[in-house]
């Protein structure tokens, strides 16, 4: 009874039966679904460890002998891997401290102080989800450019420290109402500054909404194409995203080349994805069911 | 408080930490106040701007009032753009909520190991777009891609996938369902706040599984359904990488709207018509995503209506 009480519980008639065979049958569905959707990472990674021979082999091998490892070593002489791992990171990092910091104050603002006008800020903070980024596109790149700041990390850094993006504001303020106003009491007759009860009290309270916001963030800018394919121009500054498609432009014919560069951005997402996995499930079903 | 004498020093005390909490939320806020100036609604309005003129950057913009929407109107390639762009929010987007609800169903069973399953059909969603898009290249590759390499193992002839007009747009979607994973996470949440009781009740009464999920679960999680619906829209309309990697496909088939605006702007430097394109997307999303909140009635079901 107590084993599957969802949306699928069969009517009570049907109950013995469907004890003993409906598992079986969702097992079988789920692990060929399972193969299914892991079937393309597979196959990246298994091109990318094979000879040109071997890849475009038929009938297909499926696991490569001999395993080519050195795909992976040819990527970084073929194009700079390295200095783009390295800005990849560099803008990672930069523009992640940025939102989380900025993210955080601002929705301290919104969730725990009252003023005149709060509200319709609130709705015009959260209106902003809604505009396309093309809208301000242009202006924006015309901006950087009278600032001299196209060809640098800049404008994919400093925007970051100004609110940190509407819907991380948002998520931080869901996250912060769920916090008892009894400590900023306690907190404001102890002669704590607003400052303070931010820093001290509801920082290290929201960890877990903070290290949310940071992950959803490395992954969206580390797989950013948009941002450095306008606003970088010189090879050394890409990131690797953008470098990985110029491996293509280069060398179209090398396709294992191509598998192994694509599993060199993906692996880095796949292990903050292990390490943190309850922060991106918490985070998606934070953003997603309070919207 | 209406009392007098006494009450201007309360009074005094009571306005200062209100006035006070004021000043500390503009201040809190201020970050995103200047941004929103700086990075938003200052571009927003110079955009509008730029959309009545001619400009490329060179040279200052010269004011030519709506030539450059009367001139959208008259390129065949706005309107394939366009036409590409709302054949994957008609196609893509449907298809898409159905599988990933459909996986949330079936990953919603209390089977052991089920947290593995549901890692697993999210790790797609980590691949990045743009590995991603390159991989499905050659997963699609017209002779030696595994695809038509595996339908030729069972006797179904090879097909061209991305590199044939008619059928581009179709592997896209197609290579879509293996990002289901991010949606089906926010329906397992919506799932899980389907109260259990409701279920029980009404098998007590004789209903069925079917007539439990369409008269139960289906009610329940209309909500997050319409908050998928209205991403969707947005997410849909931004559709780019996938376009832009495939060079605009055969025949302009994959030149989705966001590519011709990028196109426009960065490669034809036409700064102000492409600013126009921004506002004429930003138009149609706005009117799709009116029309899916005023079809709510019809479908959303919220609780708290319940006490009206």
Redesign the interface.
């Known amino acids: 009874m107590s084993a599957q009480t969802n949306a699928l519980m069969p009517a009570p008639k049907m109950k013995r039966s469907h004890l003993l065979r409906v598992p079986w049958l969702l097992y079988v569905v789920a692990i060929l679904l399972s193969v299914t959707f892991l079937f393309p990472l597979f196959w990246m990674a298994s091109t990318s460890l094979k000879s040109m021979e071997q890849a475009y082999a038929f009938p297909p091998v499926w696991i490569p002998n001999p395993v080519q490892w050195d795909n992976y070593a040819k990527i970084f002489t073929e194009l700079p891997f390295l200095t783009f791992t390295i800005n990849s990171i560099l803008i990672t990092v930069l523009n992640t401290t940025g939102v989380v910091l900025s993210s955080a104050v601002v929705a301290f603002g919104f969730s725990r102080l009252r003023a005149k006008g709060r509200d319709l800020l609130f709705i015009l903070l959260i209106s902003t989800i809604m505009l396309p980024s093309q809208v301000i596109l242009v202006p924006t790149f015309i901006l950087f450019k009278y600032l001299h700041w196209i060809n640098t990390f800049l404008p994919l850094v400093v925007p970051a420290y100004f609110g940190g993006g509407a819907f991380n504001i948002f998520l931080l303020r869901q996250f912060f109402m769920t916090i008892p106003f009894e400590y900023d009491e306690a907190a404001i007759m102890d002669g704590a500054s607003r400052w303070t009860i931010f820093w001290r009290i509801m920082l290290p309270l929201s960890k877990p909404a903070l290290a949310t916001v940071a992950v959803l963030n490395i992954v969206a800018v580390w797989t950013d194409f948009f941002g450095p394919l306008i606003y970088l121009n010189d090879l050394n500054k890409m990131t690797l995203a953008v470098g990985l498609s110029f491996l293509r432009g280069q060398h179209s014919a090398v396709l294992t080349l191509l598998m192994a560069g694509g599993m060199f951005t993906t692996l880095p997402i796949l292990i903050i994805f292990f390490l943190a996995q309850r922060y991106f499930v918490e985070g998606i079903q934070l953003g997603g069911l309070k919207g | 408080m209406s009392a007098t004498g006494t009450v201007i020093v309360p009074a005094r005390k009571g306005l200062r930490p ?1 006035q006070k ?2 000043i ?6 201020l ?6 100036v ?3 609604f ?3 309005i ?2 509008a701007f ?1 959309s009545l003129t001619s400009f490329s ?1 060179m040279s200052a913009p010269t004011w030519i009032g709506t030539a450059n929407y009367v001139t959208m109107v008259h390129t065949p390639l706005f309107w394939k753009s366009m036409g590409n762009t709302l054949f994957m929010v008609a196609l893509d987007l449907p298809l898409g909520l159905i599988a990933s609800l459909s ?1 949330a ?7 052991r190991g089920i947290n593995v ?1 549901r ?6 969603v ?7 898009i ?3 290249v ?2 699609f590759d017209k002779d ?1 891609g ?1 695809l038509n ?1 595996l339908l030729k ?1 069972v006797g179904i002839p090879a097909q061209p996938w991305l590199t044939d007009e008619l059928w581009s747009k179709p592997s896209l979607i197609f290579m879509n369902l ?1 990002g289901v ?2 949606a089906m ?2 329906y ?4 899980k ?2 109260p ?1 009781e409701l ?2 009740a009404a ?1 007590i009464d ?4 079917w007539q ?2 369409w008269k ?2 289906m009610p329940l999680l209309s909500p ?1 359904i319409l ?2 619906l209205v ?1 969707g829209v ?1 997410y849909e ?2 559709i ?2 996938q376009g ?2 495939l060079g605009g496909g055969p025949n302009f088939s994959t030149t989705f709207y ?1 590519l011709e ?1 990028f196109n426009n ?2 490669r034809y430097l036409k ?1 102000g018509y ?2 126009a ?3 004429v ?2 138009a149609v ?2 009117v799709i ?1 009116l029309l899916v909140f005023r079809s709510t009635p019809y479908w959303v079901y919220y609780e708290a209506e319940r006490q009206r």
């Open positions: 209100r909490e004021s500390a939320f503009y201040l809190f806020i970050p995103w106040m200047l941004g929103f700086i990075f938003t200052g571009p927003m110079a955009s730029l950057v996986a169903v079936l990953l919603n069973q209390k089977l399953f890692a697993i059909f999210y790790l797609p980590l691949i990045p777009t743009i590995a991603n390159l991989l499905w050659w997963i030696s595994i390499v193992l293996w994973g991010s996470l926010i397992l949440a919506g799932l706040g389907v259990v279920h029980e098998r004789g209903a069925n599984t439990g999920f139960i679960t997050t908050f998928q991403i947005i309309f931004q780019f990488t832009y990697i966001v605006l702007a960065f700064m492409a600013s394109m921004a506002w997307l930003f999303t706005l995503t």
